[in-house]
């Protein structure tokens, strides 16, 4: 069953270099996650990079994301912080990652 908490990661993410936006969306019980819009990587638009997202924890998800510049695949653990997400992508654990913050875009 999804949780109330895991229906607000849904809706456009302003990623953290201010130049992209996220969609998370429910796709058959878990969220993912696609690029809608780029000024970096405008060929990469509607490119899935967040998979198989699911709340673990309360405000607590995790899943995959690929980088879109590389093709490399990471897990991914993404922390629900009011009207931001914490995004830390990692092999392994989670210790040894990359962290980036994304805002919620108002629609």
Known sequence: MISQCLAEISGDWLTADKKGVI?????NETYQGKIVSSENLPHQVNQVILKNLKEEQP???????????????????????????????YMGIPFFGKTFYWEKVNN
């Open 23 to 27: 969609r998370i969306s429910l796709e």
């Open 59 to 89: 405000n607590f998800y995790y899943g995959s994301i690929l980088d879109p510049e590389t093709g490399s695949e990471y897990k991914c653990k993404i922390e629900k912080r009011e009207k931001k997400l914490k995004v830390r992508g």
